[in-house]
RNA sequence: GGGCGCUUAGCUCAGUUGGUUCAGAGCACUUGGUUUACACCCAAGGGGUCGGGGGUUCGAAUCCCUCAGCGCCCACCA
């Protein structure tokens, strides 16, 4: 025999997506089929593969597979995202490493940098996502900075616009000091930490008294403009108005009253700094305090420093509070633990900073939204989700968009540069122009007299049009393909993007197509080492999917880590499952050798008891495809994948394979090979999405036999199954596995030949397929009971070996008293639960109905245990 | 502080609207087995008071209350 007898994955896989790759097999194009469609949630561009990304796209690609299996015209749609803020602050670092920074370069230059960088290393995760076999239409590969899809970006700004949903404003907003850039809410973490509370003496002005001010920052005095109480506080009320002297500063600073002020913090005096803190710019507002900024944008102290001047935030804090000590201003500190604002991305102390941004109005816009999940429009999956996302959009808030970055969508609105109050929202210098005219009747402008707004937008500014975009639904709203393709069919995510991401879809996809972007949202968990630690690059405990691949073959990572992907979890993913379904390829491999293997012998009588294991396997697939096409239904993925994996291992190998095996050296009728080659034609069809290399090969070597190809429209359908010839097959796996036990108990040999005795009513084909799976004659005889430990039960009926040359030809009455006394039991209690008047008048009428039959099936059991035992008596 | 979720076999998890054929699966474990597709294999077996307590009900892993432990999200007070 040629094939190979145990399964190479690496050979066979590369040589699937070569010709994958080659006859543009996942290619798909508007047609009168019905669409099935797939965003990828874009990758950074210049990210590399991790075991999230392999976890999210495996699934998006059974997805894709088991659709396109299904006669759908499926269609998923690959790219990548600029990450704005991400990539930016790896360019930065990497013109640091060769000594240059980023305010000396001009914009178009650093840009060149950035684009440079993303030509270099963007695309890597793409062929990464070919190599675990994603079936992408490679050839619709969008990337978000793309010129139709930047000018689709801004498209949305202007729209959004003239619809009165955005507004320029002066707020106190996150400032990251490293990458120099607002963020939005939803892009700062939080994270507990232990820090210091200082308690500071503020003097009464021409006065020796002095007031003790809380606070964790102190460096942040020379930005005070004020002390709040609460007007309320019986020990500061007659103080409301009179003047403080800031330490060090020596300001003169009012105590306003702000009902704001909590009485039980600290001191229940609260120095305002209207510049750097959300809460005292909103006491300023109310007490018309002076703001004063007091740093750079890198977060280092400005003039209003003193003799600070330039040093950063956290090393003023240790030098200032020495000061205040050495000068008795500073009376105490203490330990306190709050949470700290950090950056998503570049993990800095979130500094809170006064400065004018472009927002969204979000209360309006999103309000469908919710709606549109509520109402089951959207479906989540798992559920649990449906509850966060309501939680956000009714607490929703303004979302910040411009960041002071330069990788990313500019943002278009043009300034006067003489008076920037002016400005004008398009697409071009032009345009502007023209605009300004109209706007504010300036004339004649030139373009030196204009500027764009440096700034560029949010990277999620862009993803939320995502779905819309990729088929350049802004630009030419009813183009073919967005009308094709949307609204989409599911969204593969995780729950970390909810809001980020999924909820501006939502709201996008609303706002411009007054449609839901897809129907269903499926929320992977996150990879977890087996510890349930988080994967990181610090803790070293991030397996690299390459070498995983290298280790298991690709179909075989797909399989171990959708072994440990509950819907909805975490999943705890351990290596060693991977080798099961490294182990999982090599028996359907070594199947597929057996069945190709077998000989056909035209002499060879059909035996009747493969007949009827034909028709049992026939009908178990049926049944297990029922509810293989149910999980998918509910995105229940692994529950699919493992009811196929003991319908392949079990039933099909260790159970049909081995009645339907010749002896050695004999070969199998005709029709018994072309069954068994159909029914590993439907197997490797329900393995494809999970398996698609395997599947395809062992499908393609079948092909020069047979007629046959993994193609669309071959997905097994079942609506119903004939289950009286599953449960006698099981009735019989049922005597063979009490036979084999019977066998060790006794220290048999597997392959030993007894004669078994039974008096019920098996049928031929029952028996033939006991006789093959364990050698045993199964003989029909009248039997008497008695106390022996040659016989067994299966179900009600006793069996009875006659072993070498003894005889024994009585069932176990010890055996059969437990049986009865157990079904005695079970009467009793259904008995009693059927007299009881409380459940006959209050159980449904199905329920009563069914608890009856129970008591029917065990009283004809009772009945035939008794008959059994009353022979022993005789 | 507000909201959500979890706790079932050694591990990871199923268990639909309460109904004793519902206490399950996979892995791990124990034992026996290799010339005849596969030891990356076959076969058999052991394992759980369904987190604790209370309640509702004819009946609770399932519903309610409470306690304990774990996790997530949101907001954030100097």
């Known amino acids: 025999m040629g094939i190979e007898k145990i399964y190479n994955p690496l050979l066979i896989e590369n040589k699937w997506l070569v010709k994958w790759e080659k006859e543009d097999f996942f290619k798909s ?33 059974i997805l894709i597979r088991k659709a396109r299996l299904s006669g759908y015209n499926a269609c998923w749609v690959p790219g990548t995202d600029h990450a704005s803020i991400a990539t930016e602050a790896k360019v930065v670092n990497k013109l640091k490493e060769v000594g240059i920074k980023k305010h000396e370069l001009s914009r178009d230059e650093f840009i060149q940098h950035a684009w440079d960088w993303t ?108 002390v709040a109480v609460n007007p309320n506080d019986e020990r500061y009320r007659k103080l409301i108005g009179k003047k403080l002297i800031v330490p060090l500063v020596n300001r003169a600073v009012p105590i306003v009253g702000d009902n704001s002020v909590d009485l039980e913090f600290g001191t229940g005096c609260l120095k305002v700094t209207p510049a750097h803190s959300e809460k005292d710019f909103e006491i300023g507002l109310r007490n018309n305090l002076d703001i004063i900024d007091v740093f750079n944008d890198d977060a280092s102290l400005n003039g209003y420093g003193m003799h600070y001047k330039s040093l950063d935030r956290f090393s003023v804090r240790k030098k200032i509070i020495n000061e205040l000590d050495e000068k008795g201003l500073l009376d105490r500190s203490e330990d306190y633990s709050h949470n700290i604002a950090l950056s998503e991305r570049t993990s800095c102390v979130v500094e809170p900073k006064l400065s004018t941004q472009w927002f969204v109005k979000m209360k309006k816009l999103s309000k469908p939204a919710l709606e549109l999940v509520l109402n089951g429009d959207i479906q989540f999956y798992p559920k649990k989700y ?66 764009q707004d440096e700034d560029v937008l949010d990277t999620w500014f862009s993803s939320w049009l995502w779905p819309i975009s990729v088929f350049d639904g802004i630009r030419n709203p009813n183009n073919s393909e967005i009308n094709y393709y949307y609204p989409t069919s599911d969204l593969v995510t995780g729950p970390d993007i909810i809001f980020f991401w999924v909820a501006r879809m939502i709201i996008s996809g609303n706002y411009l197509r007054q449609e839901i972007p897809f129907r269903n949202v499926y929320f992977t968990g996150l990879v977890r080492d087996k510890k349930g630690r988080k994967m990181s690059k610090q803790l070293g405990n991030s397996p690299d999917p390459e070498i995983l691949i290298k280790k298991y073959g690709a179909d075989g990572v797909r399989v171990g880590l959708l072994f440990c992907a509950s819907a909805g979890n975490d999943l705890l993913f351990d290596e060693t499952l991977c080798n099961q379904g490294k182990n999982f390829s090599n028996k359907i491999w070594n199947a597929f050798r057996l069945i190709e293997g077998l000989k056909i012998d035209d002499n060879q009588q059909s035996k009747s008891h493969n007949e009827f294991a034909i028709k049992w396997f026939n009908e178990n697939l049926n049944k297990k495809v029922l509810s293989i096409n149910e999980s998918f239904k509910n995105f229940k993925i692994s529950e699919a994948l493992m009811i196929l994996y003991k319908l ?114 098996l049928i031929d084909n029952q028996i033939g397929i006991v006789k093959k799976l364990t050698n045993c004659d199964l003989i029909k005889k009248q039997l008497k009971g008695k106390d022996s430990d040659t016989s067994f039960l299966v179900g009600k009926f006793g069996y009875v070996v006659d072993q070498m040359d003894k005889i024994f030809n009585e069932i176990d009455l010890d055996k059969l008293k437990e049986e009865l006394n157990y079904n005695l039991g079970f009467k009793n209690i259904l008995e009693k639960k059927l007299s009881n008047k409380n459940f006959v008048s209050n159980a449904p009428k199905e329920v009563i109905q069914k608890e009856r039959k129970k008591l029917e099936d065990v009283k004809s059991k009772i009945k035939i245990l008794e008959e059994g035992i009353k022979k022993q008596n005789n």
């Open 119 to 226: 030509n270099k290393h963007g695309g890597i995760i793409l062929n990464q996502l070919k190599r675990i076999g994603c079936s992408c239409d490679w050839s619709k590969t969008k990337f978000t900075l793309d010129p139709d899809m930047y000018e689709s970006v801004q498209n949305m700004f202007i729209k959004l616009y003239h619809d009165g949903y955005l507004y320029r404003d002066k707020k106190i907003v996150n400032w990251d000091p490293e990458a120099k850039t607002t963020l939005s809410n939803e892009e700062v973490v939080y994270k507990e930490k232990t820090a210091k509370l200082f308690y500071l003496k503020y003097k009464l002005e021409s006065s020796e008294e002095f007031l003790l001010v809380a606070t964790t920052r102190p460096e942040t005095i020379f930005g005070d403009t004020a």
């Open 386 to 451: 449906v509850k966060t996302y309501k939680n956000w959009l009714e607490n929703i808030r303004d979302w910040n968009i411009s960041r002071q970055l330069y990788w990313g969508h500019r943002i278009p609105v043009f300034y006067l540069k003489e008076d920037k109050s002016k400005y004008v929202v398009c697409l071009s210098e032009s345009e502007a122009i023209k605009l300004f005219e109209e706007k504010y009747s300036i004339k004649d402008l030139v373009p030196a007299e204009i500027v």
């Open 29 to 61: 194009e508007p047609n009168d089929e019905t669409p099935y469609t797939i965003l990828i949630p874009p990758p950074n561009v210049t990210g590399i593969l991790h075991m999230g990304h392999m976890l999210n796209n495996s699934i998006q690609d």
């Open 648 to 761: 392949f291992w079990d039933d099909f190998c260790s159970i049909y394979l081995e009645i339907i095996k010749p002896e050695f050296g004999k070969g199998v009728s005709k029709k018994l090979k072309h069954s068994t080659l159909a029914f590993l034609e439907k197997l490797l069809t329900l393995l494809h999405p999970f398996m698609p290399f395997i599947s395809s090969e062992i499908t393609d070597q079948i092909v020069s036999n047979k007629n046959f190809n993994i193609k669309k429209s071959n997905w097994p359908e079942s609506i119903k199954f004939d289950s009286e010839i599953i449960e006698n097959v099981n009735y019989s796996i049922e005597i063979v596995s009490k036979i084999r036990n019977f066998k060790k108990e006794n220290s048999l040999s597997f392959k030993d030949v007894l004669k078994i005795y039974f008096e019920n009513d």
